[in-house]
């Protein structure tokens, strides 16, 4: 693995977490399109947010070599950013249309 794949898998598990958050909470749903949107800018912000302790894909393949626990917690950050961030913009629409 390298760290652009890495870092794709990242985006893609931060899509899979915005696009899982509505079928336990139906009122943070944006359609497909925009929890896709908020996927991917969610599981970005919170990896370079977090991923300054330790767990951004240049630690994870360090000197070549595969650290599966550094990777293991990069997915589930990355799962968390996209279900965040769908959170989030729902709380600022709602304070929006107020």
């Known amino acids: 693995m390298t760290e652009t794949f ?8 931060g899509i899979i977490g915005a696009i899982c958050t509505p079928i336990l909470f139906k009122k ?21 947010f ?6 951004n894909p240049q630690s994870i393949m360090q000197n070549g070599t ?7 917690i990069n997915c589930v950050v990355s799962f968390l950013g996209g279900a965040l961030a769908l ?5 600022i629409k709602s304070k929006l249309n107020k």
């Open 50 to 55: 977090f991923g300054r302790l330790g767990f």
């Open 6 to 13: 890495i870092s794709l898998l990242s985006i893609v598990i």
């Open 28 to 48: 943070y749903s944006f359609g497909i399109v925009g929890n896709t949107i908020a996927g991917v800018f969610g599981s970005i912000f919170l990896i370079k």
């Open 87 to 91: 959170v989030c913009i729902h709380l």
């Open 66 to 72: 595969f650290h599966g626990f550094l990777f293991s």
